[in-house]
């Protein structure tokens, strides 16, 4: 018996997982056989597991420095960081505030949207989300998120928000509610995930539903938080989602990717009036977060590196190979009517297996994971959304086992 506790896992429902024993570009080697990591190890692996420039970083920091505190003390990897960091964010974010997972970031960016109206002398603290959305597992973070089984067990716990409803097709149903809600002149933020809710069913979006936003919040000084813990990094097939829209949100959250999946970091960027209302020689106005591995040199530098790829390669035509390769194979799934809804933004291809009745909803989802596992590919349907969102090193031969895995399932 083993005394983990592992997450998201029924412990009573699922037998025992294989044995991790090395990872490489898009396979993990396990006890049980070589798996292709087709949902990139939950989103964080970019350019592939264990890529030489990063694990290089890794080993070449670890030789010089280890943790540090980050109040009133700084280092380079952080320092160089940020500033490649600020030159690749939409135009407009000056600021980078360290920490070590998207929730977290994401906590960052609420607390500093609510000290900015705060110090602002306008108190503001009403938050506008989307429905169907996932910020993270914090009780801040659920309390921006959709509300269902997840969490209902500390719904108590959770904060009130303001819920627009799902942009469909023009988005105009949805615009007109914030709208609404934003003209009363009380709303601190809202947050979102630009085009694509990842954890929500890989539901995507139309760019001028999020330019459209960004614009009612222009008119009534309501801040946009863009949560890109898993939208950035080139996974909709740009650098940011935002950037498909033309848009720059006053705070933007970072994660996952962020170091190419190696190790964890997080960063909260904010637009220079976001910092420069905590700016003050009043005490009380500090910016009163932190945690204990704040800006990690060693992920600091790992970070680094997968930004200096970014610089260095030719990643745009890598996402768009990666993309029409995708589009291919699903267009091999969509034809298939057992499946509905096949859909893509950039790297991300998703489908919707059709499910009869709610007992099968339950458990399709497990069993084509089991499936998938026993072909040596690792997909992780939520409810009954098959979604492939591969590390960008992934080639046409597993990219087509995979899809495969998929297209030979009997149910
Ligand atoms: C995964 C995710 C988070 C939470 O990140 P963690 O590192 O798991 O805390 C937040 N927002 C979005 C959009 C995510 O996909």
């Given at each position: 018996m083993s005394a983990v506790w592992h997450p998201f896992t029924q412990h009573a429902l699922e037998p025992a997982p294989p044995r991790v024993r090395a990872t490489h570009g898009a396979v993990i080697d396990t006890d049980r056989g070589p798996l292709i990591d087709a949902i990139s190890s939950w989103w964080v692996i970019t350019h592939g597991h264990r890529t030489p420039e990063i694990m290089a970083a890794i080993t070449e920091t670890a030789a010089r420095m280890d943790q540090v505190i980050f109040a009133g003390l700084t280092h380079a990897p952080a320092e160089e960081l940020a500033e490649a960091l600020i030159a690749m964010a939409p135009a407009g974010l000056s600021r980078v505030f360290y920490s070590d997972s998207g929730s977290t970031s994401v906590e960052v960016a609420l607390k500093m949207a609510l000290g900015f109206w705060r110090h602002s002398g306008q108190p503001r603290h009403r938050i506008a989300v989307i429905e169907g959305s996932y910020h993270g597992d914090t009780i801040g973070t659920m309390s921006v998120g959709e509300r269902g089984v997840f969490n209902a067990a500390y719904d108590p716990l959770l904060f009130s928000v303001e819920t627009l409803p799902f942009p469909q097709g023009d988005g105009a149903a949805t615009l007109v509610a914030f709208e609404v809600l934003a003209a009363q002149g009380d709303m601190a933020a809202l947050i979102l995930e630009p085009l694509v809710l990842g954890a929500g069913g890989m539901r995507i979006y139309d760019p001028q539903v999020l330019a459209g936003l960004r614009a009612i919040c222009d008119r009534h000084g309501v801040l946009l938080i863009a949560d890109e813990v898993m939208t950035g990094w080139g996974r909709t097939g740009r650098l940011w989602a935002c950037d498909h829209a033309g848009i720059a949100p006053d705070i933007l959250c970072s994660s996952k990717g962020l170091t190419g999946g190696a190790i964890p970091l997080a960063v909260t960027l904010a637009s220079e009036a976001v910092f420069q209302a905590h700016?003050?020689?009043?005490?009380?106005?500090?910016?009163?977060h932190s945690s204990s591995?704040?800006?990690?040199p060693i992920a600091c530098a790992a970070a680094l590196a997968q930004v200096r790829l970014w610089q260095a390669l030719p990643m745009q035509a890598r996402l768009d190979a990666l993309a029409t390769m995708q589009a291919e194979r699903l267009a091999r799934v969509a034809a298939d009517p057992r499946f509905e809804n096949a859909r893509q933004c950039g790297t991300i291809a998703a489908v919707d297996l059709k499910v009869a009745d709610a007992g099968y909803l339950a458990d399709a989802g497990p069993r084509l994971r089991a499936h998938c596992l026993e072909r040596g590919v690792l997909l992780r349907p939520l409810g009954n959304t098959v979604y492939v969102l591969p590390p960008y090193c992934i080639d046409g031969d597993q990219l087509d086992q995979v899809w495969n895995a998929v297209l030979d399932w009997r149910g």
């Open positions: 700016y003050s020689t009043d005490r009380a106005r500090t910016f009163y591995y704040t800006a990690n």
